[in-house]
Each structure stands twice: as C-alpha cells, then as structure tokens.
C-alpha cells in the first residue's frame, strides 16, 4: 500500500486485476497493519481520501486503473492486522 495525494495504491493479480478493471469486481479486501489501517481511517474520516488506483503485479505486463472510491469498510481484524474493504464506482457507471 502506498498513498498518493488523495489516492491509496494497491498492487493485484492478474486473476484479480482484470475483474477488478473491467468492474466485475469492485473492491478489494486488504489486511493492514495498524499504522497502515491508522492513515486510512484518518484521511477517510476528514475526507482527504477519495481515489484508489490499482496496478498489476505481473513481470510481463504493465497495467493499472483509478476509480472513485465509493466506500472503505472495517471489516474485522485477524492476526493483529485489521481487514479493510475497500469499494469503487466502476467508470461506466
């Protein structure tokens, strides 16, 4: 995970990655450690978080997306690491 401005970057799968791109998938459920789940909650809480961009993780392509993040819901917490979904609106709709 790293933030960028008002964007939060994730890597994907190629799996993944292409449901997530074509918005058959619009989330992705991330586990974050404290520190990282701790400048979620804040940039989201005072509305300074509103994009997620998502690349893939492949040595033979190159590809990500951005979307307008919609939602970002704390979904529990496993192994002292917090699990966190993260929601888009898919650009078509």
Known sequence: MRI?????????????????KDGRKPNTVRMLSEYEAGIIYNMWDA???????????DQDKIDSFERELTDVTWAGSFLGYYIVVFSWRHKDE
């Open 4 to 20: 960028e401005d008002d964007t939060v970057v994730f890597k994907s799968v190629e799996g993944y990655f292409e449901k997530e």
């Open 47 to 57: 509305k300074r978080l509103s994009r997620i961009r998502i690349e893939l993780r």
